[in-house]
């Protein structure tokens, strides 16, 4: 499977940097670029999100409308917290988010966002074209807001 590992540096101390990566309103102010939003139909639309808990995500990539809702399926606060798509376009996807403090007021994000697209040989060259591009720009904005509200 195709993989993304991406480390972020924080100046904010682990537990509240931990706090603000469960929280659905990063992702929709950092969406903007893809028109993220949470929308109803499977669980959380805002707040911070929890373990077992769902959110469906509406956005748009590659000029077309996509759905995707993701489930916690594992949370170790402040350390480590997994979501995995339940439904959407790839065919499978993984997105762990890892945190290790670095000194009292510093934490260091690390992201590994594993996937599997569909249609075989076809979405094997849509990942090298396309998918990891787009995938990379949405969790560098991410990362980017997570930042920005520390500073």
Do not use: C
Not at 53 to 71: A, K, Q
């Amino acid at each position: 499977m195709p993989e993304i590992v991406q480390r972020t540096m924080v100046r904010a101390p682990l537990a509240e940097v931990f706090d603000v990566s469960l929280d659905l309103d990063v992702e929709r102010v950092a969406g903007k670029r893809f028109k993220v939003r949470a929308v109803e139909g499977a669980g959380r639309t805002s707040g911070r999100i929890g373990l077992h808990e769902e959110v469906r995500w509406r956005l748009r990539l590659w000029g077309f409308p996509v759905t995707h809702t993701s489930r916690i399926v594992e949370l170790d606060r402040p350390h480590r917290f997994v979501d995995e798509m339940s439904s959407g376009a790839f065919a499978r996807f993984r997105h762990e988010h890892s945190y290790e403090p670095e000194g009292p007021q510093m934490t260091i994000m690390t992201d590994r966002m594993a996937w599997r697209s569909p249609w075989g040989l076809l979405g094997r060259v849509a990942d090298v074209l396309f998918v990891r591009r787009t995938l990379h720009q949405l969790l560098a904005d991410r990362n980017s807001e997570i930042v920005r509200r520390f500073s």
